[in-house]
């Protein structure tokens, strides 16, 4: 049993991140501690507040579902804090629907970038639209598409990098996203754009759905 607990308190170690001592401070700091937890959950959430009980921490709980539910949240109050649990295959999935749609939209948006590059080097009157010219144009595609590859990189093979660090590329994401929405308008309004302005418009949504989806990716993989 002591063997049991010593591996669950080393695998905690090594998986929980600069997140888990801002959690505790927030629960500390609450008058009073709500578990919220359906099935296998409830019974944790149940125990954890008869646990809190035992150290003088006020502890209550939300266990049921539907309009029960509804009726137990009604009694939360100010200055509680809520810590809702889940099991680790439900945290699993969520991390894979997570990791699926950031990939999916991250595929979109490089198909569309390389496919408005690809139209504005067969087409000179598509390429003399682009709303910034054509060489700040290109460039711009290109930066869009080096930052949705490493975004793509980071979703794929290092989920358990520093959220500071998954921040600052979901902020250059964006902001990249954002000066090639010009693009895509001047696109959709010029008459021989060669219809790039439906591919930067995808390009755009993906790029977005992207840097929205990163700091999502962040659960710890099971040891």
């Known amino acids: 049993m002591l063997d049991v607990h010593r591996a669950a308190l080393h695998a905690a170690r090594e998986n929980l991140d600069e997140r888990f001592p801002a959690a505790v401070a927030l629960l500390a700091a609450a008058e009073r501690i709500v578990l919220s937890g359906t099935g296998p959950s409830a019974a944790v959430a149940q ?19 539907g309009v ?60 003399g639209t682009a709303g910034y010219g054509y060489p700040l144009s290109m460039a711009l595609l290109v930066v869009s598409m080096l930052f949705t590859a490493i975004g793509m990189a980071i979703v794929l093979v290092a989920p358990r990098l520093s959220r500071g660090v998954k921040l600052a590329i979901t902020l250059l994401l964006a902001a990249t996203a954002g000066t090639v929405i010009p693009l895509a308008m001047t696109g959709l309004l010029a008459a021989d754009s060669g219809g790039y302005g439906l591919l930067l418009v995808l390009a755009v949504i993906g790029m977005e759905f992207l840097a929205v989806n990163i700091p999502r990716v962040t659960y710890p993989k099971p040891p």
Do not use: K
């Open 47 to 65: 125990y954890a507040a008869v646990l809190l009980g035992r150290v003088g921490r006020p502890a209550a709980t939300i266990t049921a579902t």
């Open 68 to 127: 029960s539910m509804a009726d137990q949240a009604m009694q939360l109050r100010r200055g509680d804090a809520q810590r809702l649990l889940t099991s680790a295959a439900v945290a699993r999935r969520a991390e894979r629907g997570n990791r699926a749609a950031a990939l999916t939209w991250a595929v979109i948006a490089e198909v569309g970038l390389a496919g408005v590059a690809l139209v504005w080097v067969i087409s000179p009157s598509a390429a």
